[in-house]
């Protein structure tokens, strides 16, 4: 439900922030991709999903993918500054 999506992407920034790995990693992107794709999340949610998804694959090891969704997330919001500055340290970083 739309409804409950920032709560449950805020559960697995937190495994994100555990140092989520494996499974556990595949559970935040599924979350996060579930999330991007309901009908009727608001644009800031969908740029957390983004946001969320970027931090997994930056954890996953995939630069190129990472880089996508950050610019996805800054899109949807780009007034917010930690959107931006994950965005702005995957750019620096090169594929």
């Known amino acids: 439900r739309p409804e409950d999506s920032e709560a ?37 949610t969908r740029a957390q999903a983004a946001f969320v998804m970027a931090q997994a694959e930056v954890m996953g090891g995939d630069s190129r993918a990472a880089l996508l969704w950050a610019e996805r997330a800054v899109e949807l919001a780009p007034t917010n500054d930690g959107y931006r500055r994950l965005l702005t340290d995957l750019r620096g970083s090169g594929p």
Request: charge should be negative.
């Open 8 to 44: 449950a992407l805020d559960r697995q920034v937190n495994r994100l922030l555990d140092g989520a790995g494996g499974t556990a990693l595949e559970a935040v992107r599924d979350t996060a991709q579930l999330v991007w794709g309901l009908d009727g999340v608001e644009a800031r």
